[in-house]
C-alpha cells in the first residue's frame, strides 16, 4: 500500500534572520506544494527518487541511513527516515518518489517540505500518528541534523499552511485569520544559499553583538506591528513596514544588487512597499501592491530582469492526498490525436504532457451562471470560484463520458449537456487540452463537500463586480471559459 502526501511551500513575509536569534516572524503558505509518494517495502532498504533535484534510483541498506557520502538532494529524506525510525522504530524497506510543483531554485522551501511529507507520510503508514507539534519536532531535528542552524518557520508553515506569526524553534506557532494578501512576487533568478547567508550573518552577530541585536530588536518590533496590520488588512502600512525591514536586512548585508533593483522597480511602479523575501544574495523578492498598480509592477519587475511568479498565499497545510495519483490521463498531441497514458502525477508536473480534461458552464432559466467554490483543501487554487464541474478525462474514456462522470460525483446530478469548443490550455506545471460544454438546468444539486465549498448561480453584472473589486477569485480556466460563452468579454 502507498500513500501520498502534500505540503505546501512558504513566503517569508516578515522578520528573516532576527527569527533565527529568538524573534518573531511572519510566514505565509504557497499554493505550490511538494508531495512525497511512500511504501513500506520487504527488502529492507531505502530507495529514493526526487527528479526535481536530481536524484533517480537511489537505494541503500536501512542499517546505513544517516552513514558516509549521501547525495545533496537525498540528505532532508534520508535523516527524516533515519530519525523517525530511531523515534518509532519499524523494520520494512522504504520506497519514496517525490515531486514538487514548484522549482527548488525559488527558495520556496522544498527540502523542508519534502521532510514534512515524508514524516508524515511515515506515520500514517505505521500507525503511528504524531499531532503537529510532534510532526514539527521531528522535522525541526531533521533540519538542525542537516544544515546546522534555522528557526524551523519553513517546517511550521509546510505543517500548518496559512499564515502565522512563529517564533524560533516553534517557541510560538499562531496562526493567523488573514484576507488574501496582495502581493506581487519577483524571482532574481539567483539561487541563494541559505546555509551560507545565515553564516555570515552570524560572523556579523559575533563580531558586533550589539550592533546586530539592536536591528533584531527593531525587525521584532515591526514585526509586531505587521502582525497587527495583515490582521487589520491595512496593506499599505503592511507595505512601508517592509520598507523598513528591507531597511534593516540592507543594514545586516543580506540584500543584492539585483533583489534591489527589483524592490525599487516594484515601488517606482506603485507598490506600496516591497522587501526581500527569505534568506537574502538572491531567490524572491515580495510587494505589497494595490490591485490598479498590479499590471504596472509584475511589468516593472520583468523590465528590470526578474521573473514574476504567481503564487496564492494562505494555502491549507500537509495532508494526505485522496486523489489516486496513479490514476491514468489520456495524454494527446496539439491535434488532440492520443499518443499514450500517464499518471496523473506524471501529468500535474510535466508540461510537455498536454492531457485531456473537462469543463461544464451550467446556466440557469434567467440566464445566471453556476459558479462552484474551490474546497479549502484543494492543492491548487483553494477558496476560488471555478466552473460549474472540471476535471480530468480518464484512460477508456471519451471526453463526453468524463463529464457526465464529474457531473455525477461533484453535482449529484445526470442533466443533457451540449459540447462546446476544445481549447489547448497552459499551466505554469501543467497543460490541458481541455474541452467545454455547457448545459440549462435551475437546480437541486447534490453537492460533494470535498470538491467544494458551495455553488451558487451569479448574473453577468454580479461577475464583473466582484472581479473589479476583486471580491471575486475565478480560476483561469472559469475565466476563459466564461470568455469563450460571451458571459465576460
Ligand atoms: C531563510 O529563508 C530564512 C532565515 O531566517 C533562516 C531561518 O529562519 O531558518 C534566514
Not at 503537529?132 to 544544515?147: E, H
Not at 504567481?310 to 497545510?317: E, F, L, R, S, V
Not at 500535474?348 to 483543501?377: W, Y
Request: charged residues 25%; contains cysteine; glycine residues 8%.
Amino acid at each position: 500500500m502507498n500513500i501520498t502526501v502534500s505540503a505546501p511551500g512558504k513566503l517569508m513575509i516578515f522578520g528573516e534572520h532576527a527569527v533565527v536569534y529568538d524573534r518573531p516572524c511572519l510566514v505565509t503558505a504557497v499554493d505550490q506544494r511538494m508531495r512525497a509518494t511512500v511504501e513500506l517495502t520487504d527488502d529492507n532498504a531505502f530507495h529514493l527518487d526526487a527528479p526535481e533535484v536530481n536524484v533517480s534510483g537511489y537505494k541503500r541498506p536501512m542499517t546505513e541511513l544517516g552513514t558516509g557520502d549521501i547525495p545533496k538532494g537525498a540528505k532532508f529524506v534520508e535523516i527524516a527516515v533515519k530519525n523517525f525510525i530511531e523515534k518509532y522504530p519499524f523494520s520494512s524497506g522504504i520506497q519514496i518518489v517525490t515531486a514538487s510543483d514548484f522549482s527548488s531554485l525559488f527558495g520556496f522551501g522544498s527540502s523542508s517540505a519534502s521532510t514534512v511529507c515524508v514524516l508524515k507520510a511515515l506515520s500514517e503508514l505505521t500507525g503511528k500518528i504524531l499531532d503537529n507539534k510532534a510532526l514539527f519536532d521531528l522535522a525541526y531535528k531533521t533540519v538542525l541534523d542537516v544544515q546546522g542552524k534555522g528557526s524551523g518557520f519553513d517546517v511550521a508553515a509546510a505543517i500548518y499552511g496559512g499564515t502565522l506569526y512563529f517564533v524560533t524553534g516553534g517557541n510560538i506557532i499562531e496562526p493567523l485569520q488573514v484576507d488574501t494578501m496582495p502581493l506581487v512576487i519577483g524571482y532574481t533568478g539567483v539561487k541563494a544559499d541559505t546555509v551560507t547567508l545565515m553564516t555570515a550573518v552570524a560572523e556579523k552577530m559575533k563580531a558586533q553583538p550589539e550592533r546586530v541585536g539592536r536591528i533584531y530588536d527593531a525587525i521584532a518590533k515591526l514585526t509586531e506591528e505587521a502582525k497587527t496590520k495583515l490582521l487589520e488588512g491595512d496593506w499599505e502600512r503592511v507595505g512601508r513596514l517592509m520598507d523598513f525591514n528591507q531597511d534593516y536586512l540592507r543594514d545586516v548585508g543580506v540584500s543584492s544588487e539585483i533583489l534591489e533593483a527589483l524592490i525599487s522597480a516594484a515601488k517606482s511602479a506603485g507598490a506600496f512597499g516591497a522587501k526581500l523575501s527569505g534568506a537574502g544574495g538572491g531567490d524572491c523578492m515580495i510587494s505589497v501592491t494595490p490591485d490598479h498598480s498590479r499590471p504596472n509592477v509584475e511589468a516593472a519587475i520583468e523590465a528590470a530582469g526578474g521573473q514574476v511568479i504567481h503564487i496564492a498565499a494562505n494555502a491549507p497545510g500537509v495532508r494526505v492526498e485522496t486523489d489516486d495519483q496513479n490514476e491514468l490521463f489520456v495524454v494527446v498531441d496539439e491535434n488532440d490525436h492520443v499518443v499514450g497514458h500517464k499518471t496523473r502525477q506524471e501529468c500535474n508536473h510535466n508540461p510537455a504532457l498536454i492531457h485531456r480534461a473537462v469543463e461544464l458552464l451550467i446556466f440557469d432559466s434567467h440566464g445566471r451562471v453556476l459558479l462552484q467554490k474551490r474546497s479549502m483543501t484543494k492543492d491548487t487554487r483553494p477558496g476560488f470560484w471555478s466552473t460549474s464541474v472540471g476535471g480530468h478525462v480518464g484512460k477508456d474514456e471519451s471526453y463526453e463520458t468524463a463529464m457526465r462522470r464529474e457531473l455525477q460525483e461533484e453535482l449529484g446530478i445526470q442533466i443533457p449537456i451540449v459540447y462546446v469548443s476544445k481549447q489547448i490550455v497552459h499551466f505554469t506545471e501543467e497543460t490541458e487540452m481541455e474541452a467545454l460544454f455547457t448545459a440549462t438546468y435551475d437546480g437541486p444539486f447534490h453537492t460533494n463537500p470535498q470538491e467544494m465549498d458551495e455553488v451558487k448561480f451569479f448574473d453577468k453584472r454580479e461577475i464583473v463586480f466582484g472581479l473589479a473589486t476583486n471580491k471575486l477569485q475565478l480560476t483561469e480556466a472559469a475565466l476563459q471559459n466564461l470568455k469563450t460563452m460571451g458571459v465576460l468579454s
